[in-house]
């Protein structure tokens, strides 16, 4: 099992980043596919969710508005959009798979290996 997570980088406030996700090794279109962000010293925490097949989608109150999750299940890869970024969604960014969808990150059986967003002011 593989995911692959990209897109990641530096970018100033009021910027734009997307970040891609490619899975391998797991039946990609059964999964709910989640992103989550774990800034310094702090908890990771849950960003947004995107139905096995994309119908449905969740992100926290603080990205409402900015970020888009999809995914294309033709390419086993799920993306996040981040438009209007702010220091504050400065993280490392990991995606995750589940098959029972949440916010817990206890819930999801597999992750990436995370990519950095640093977002300067």
């Known amino acids: 099992v593989q995911l692959q997570a990209c897109g990641g980088g530096l970018v100033q406030a009021g910027g734009s980043l997307r970040l891609s996700c490619a899975v391998s090794g797991f039946t990609f279109g059964s999964y709910v596919m989640g992103w989550f962000r774990q800034a310094p010293g702090k908890e990771r925490e849950h960003v947004a969710a995107?139905?096995?097949?994309?119908?449905?989608?969740y992100s926290t109150d603080s990205v409402k508005g900015r970020f888009t999750i999809s995914r294309d299940n033709a390419k086993n890869t799920v993306y996040l959009q981040m438009n209007s970024l702010k220091p504050e969604d400065t993280a490392v960014y990991y995606c995750?798979?589940?098959?029972?969808?949440?916010?817990?990150?206890?819930?999801?059986?597999?992750w990436g290996q995370g990519t950095l967003v640093t977002v300067s002011s």
């Open positions: 995107i139905s096995w097949n994309g119908g449905t989608t």
């Open positions: 995750a798979a589940t098959r029972v969808p949440g916010t817990d990150a206890r819930q999801y059986y597999y």
